[in-house]
């Protein structure tokens, strides 16, 4: 939803402190978790990942979160999937060249990334999306330590 997402980005610092929160917890949880079997885990953490991420934040279930480096603004919400900074095309009142109705998530981006305390890590470049992680969760992957939560800054 457009509005919580545009929230989302004007608390980022909030949800920056509270995706750090549930590193830890995913963590801790990594033996259970494995016990349980991750293949098992699959289908329902997508699930509950996929609705209250999209309820939040539009999250399009990358499968390679990256909150936590972009200022809690989505780059999958850009037309164009850009992951490392806006185009050329940002209209001159901030709107997207796509579609201008919506402000530029990169705008959002890097005013989000301002109000957080690791500022520094939207200017980490990203990788390009893994298509074949389109649907699968992020947060157990966090758990695996594939990457961190919300934002992938430990391993890109
Ligand atoms: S970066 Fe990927 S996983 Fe994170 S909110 Fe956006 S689409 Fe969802």
Same mark, same amino acid.
């Given at each position: 939803m457009y509005r919580v997402r545009r929230f989302a980005v004007r608390h980022a610092h909030a949800f920056e402190r509270l995706y750090a929160g549930l590193e830890v917890v995913l963590k801790r949880s990594a033996p259970l978790l494995e016990r349980i079997g991750y293949q098992r885990l699959e289908a329902p953490v997508a699930w509950l990942e996929k609705h209250l991420k999209g309820f939040?934040?539009? #999250?399009?279930?990358?499968?390679? #979160?990256v909150l936590s480096s972009t200022g809690m603004s989505c780059p999958m919400n850009c037309p164009k999937h850009l992951r490392n900074g806006p185009c050329g095309g940002v209209r001159e009142d901030g709107g997207c060249e796509v579609k201008p109705e919506m402000r530029c998530v990169w705008l959002d981006a890097w005013e989000g990334s301002q109000r957080m305390k690791h500022a520094e890590r939207i200017e980490v470049v990203q990788l390009p999306v893994d298509a074949s992680q389109q649907g699968t969760s992020s947060w157990l992957k966090v758990a695996r330590g594939e990457h961190g939560a919300g934002g992938s800054h430990e391993v890109r």
């Open positions: 939040l934040f539009d #999250c399009q279930m990358c499968g390679h #979160c």
